[in-house]
């Protein structure tokens, strides 16, 4: 068709899971470079990204009409320009095809929140939220399931059993509640608990402190998590919100059993029972942490075998771009059936 794919993020400064899936969309949709219209001055977009073969420019009207031309589609990974995008599409009569990705749950500004025809959720909780909140009818939302490589290798290794190792990674931050979760725990976890916090941020000093001289907490700061996944038992996130919880879908693919609290998207990933354990509160959580089966046990092995099983039915990255590229060809579809 010679589409041309023009990807939409406000905020490159920091690394985080609606960056990653952006740059992944624009580099695997688009034939040659990837086009990213962002706020974030190029000189402070974070190095990594920067090293990527990848065109960011200044979202504003300029670019918009620089790019768009009938073969162009807009994808927006954010609201606020996607409301903006919106809105300058209804002054040119429907001139511009736009994609909406909703990566989060919100419960503000609906009155200023403009969304197009198309939308993609990535998980069903903000699916939901979106017709709960917003009033989009359930129709115009395809919920596509954030995909991630396959960097999975079985290895073994040889760790004390009588031991359990939960790793929690993400950004160091109130909304992760990881002091929350030591202050809700500290005391009264069995002795073979350990937790594992990766990941820097803004509260890491805070939580160093809270965690004080127990045995039972370690602060990592930023790990690989393809070398450093397989030496851990079980991965937990209990945040306030989140879209879909990338480290949950890490876990997944490394068949580690999942830990989590009952938010709706987490639910996508972590199936309570089947590849893992969900805590509706801090007194469940701690019941569960001190209940968990150990890596040698048939229990185990078996929570283990579906996550991996989840993975590959739900969150590959091909699985993602094949979603990704119908939903895009359905804009061209009567146009050339005609």
Known sequence: YGMKIISIYPNFKNKGGAQNITIQLAKELNGNTPIILTNTPIEKIH???????????????????????????????????TSRLVFLNFLLAGKL??????????????????????????????????????????????????????????????QNTNEIRILLAGRICPVKQQIELVKQTKGKLLPHIKFYFAGTGEQIALLKQEIGNSEQYFVLGQIDIGEEMPKYDYVCLFSQNEGLGLTLIEGCMFGKPLISNDLASVQDVNINGYNGFVASTWEKLVTCLNSLPLPNSEKYQSLSKHSRALYEKRFRAFTMINEYRTIIKSFFKNKYER
């Open 47 to 81: 190095q990594d990204y920067k090293k990527e073969d990848i065109h960011f420019e200044k979202f504003s009207i300029y670019t918009i009409f620089k790019y768009n031309t009938p073969n162009t589609v807009f994808l927006s990974h954010h609201r606020s320009q």
């Open 97 to 158: 095809k736009v994609i909406h990705i909703a990566h989060s749950t919100f419960t503000n500004l609906k009155s200023l929140t403009w969304l197009p025809e198309k939308i993609v959720a990535i998980s069903n909780g903000v699916k939901q939220n979106l017709i709960d909140y917003f009033q989009i009818k359930n129709d115009r939302i395809t919920v596509i399931f954030n995909g991630i490589e396959d960097i999975f290798q079985n290895t073994h290794y040889t």
